[in-house]
């Protein structure tokens, strides 16, 4: 059983990912800001499928934050240190990334500067007490 940070867990990789990792017994901390670049009631569908699916639901602990908000960030990764890291949250499409360009470039993994400070920090830093530390993310974003 590992305990993993899973970011964008309301989306719909994100969602499917938190499902398949319960099911295997991991201990799943889902942060999503449920933002609207598409309807939000989804997302929230989506995390009530996740609770109702999983073997024990209360493995799995969902935040309502934004990657981008460090001290939240901070506060999670003190509470649950987890020993894995799925960074999943995005802007993901070419849409975003046309209306907003600045957001799209924050959220998105390993291109945000300031913005995404934390989780990036903490992926390349990698969490204390663990030497099986492991971090993932969306293929699309890497470079
Ligand atoms: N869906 C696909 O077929 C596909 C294929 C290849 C790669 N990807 C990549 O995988 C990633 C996830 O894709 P998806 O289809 O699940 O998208 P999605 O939009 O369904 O999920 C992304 C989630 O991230 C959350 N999010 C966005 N900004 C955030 C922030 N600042 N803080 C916290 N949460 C935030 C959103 O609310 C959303 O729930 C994207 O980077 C996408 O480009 C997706």
Redesign the pocket.
């Known amino acids: 059983m590992k305990t993993i940070l899973l970011?964008?867990?309301?989306?719909?990789?994100?969602?499917?990912t938190a499902s398949a990792l319960l099911d295997r017994g991991d201990v799943v901390i889902g942060?999503?800001?449920?933002?609207d670049?598409?309807d939000?009631a989804?997302?929230q569908s989506?995390l009530e499928e996740v609770r109702a699916g999983a073997p024990d639901p209360s493995n799995f602990v969902f935040y309502e934050?934004?990657?981008?908000?460090e001290a939240a960030m901070e506060a999670i990764f003190a509470e649950h240190e987890p020993e894995s890291i799925i960074h999943?949250?995005?802007?993901?499409?070419v849409r975003a990334s046309m209306d907003d360009p600045r957001?799209y470039f924050?959220?998105?993994?390993f291109h945000g500067d300031a913005?995404?400070h934390n989780t990036r920090r903490r992926i390349e830093t990698a969490p204390p007490k663990s030497s099986r530390a492991k971090a993932c993310?969306?293929?699309?974003?890497v470079r």
Request: proline residues 5%.
């Open positions: 970011t964008g867990a309301a989306g719909f990789i994100g969602s499917n942060v999503d800001n449920l933002n670049y598409y939000p989804r997302k989506n934050s934004d990657i981008r908000d999943l949250a995005a802007m993901a499409g957001l924050d959220v998105k993994p913005a995404n993310w969306n293929s699309s974003a």
